[in-house]
Nanobody, 127 residues
């Protein structure tokens, strides 16, 4: 079975940092695309960042460019989201997701149609 296990959420003050992790199993990790999405209270889910494999291409939503960095470790089968300079508007439940087929890495971000989803991890940024 495919499993995506997100962790690393927590509470932090504005300007702080967090690193989210998503441990994956049950699929060919180094040939699937992986994304992070988030859903803030009362808002729709939105794409944050995606990384494709094996080429490592990345894509970021405009609100997080320059502050968040997506990466992956194939040996550990883990995707990371390094979050720096956090803002209160980054407060949300963050979800990792994976997709087997895509044409462009940005397509995964904007379509939000992914094959597999993990459970969320809550990030709270206080001002």
């Amino acid at each position: 079975d495919v499993q995506l296990q997100a962790s690393g959420g927590g509470s932090v003050q504005a300007g702080g940092s967090l690193r989210l992790s998503c441990a994956a199993s049950g699929f060919r990790f180094d040939h699937w695309g992986k994304c992070w999405f988030r859903q803030a209270p009362g808002k729709e889910r939105e794409g944050v960042s995606c990384i494709s494999s094996p080429d490592g291409a990345t894509y970021y939503a405009d609100p997080v460019k320059g502050r968040l960095t997506v990466s992956e470790d194939n040996a550990k089968r883990t995707v990371y989201l390094q979050m720096n300079s956090l803002k209160p508007e980054d407060t949300a439940v963050y979800y990792c997701a994976a997709d087997a087929v895509w044409s462009k890495v940005s397509d995964m971000l904007y379509s939000g149609v992914m094959d597999e989803w993990g459970q969320g991890t809550l990030v709270t940024v206080s001002s």
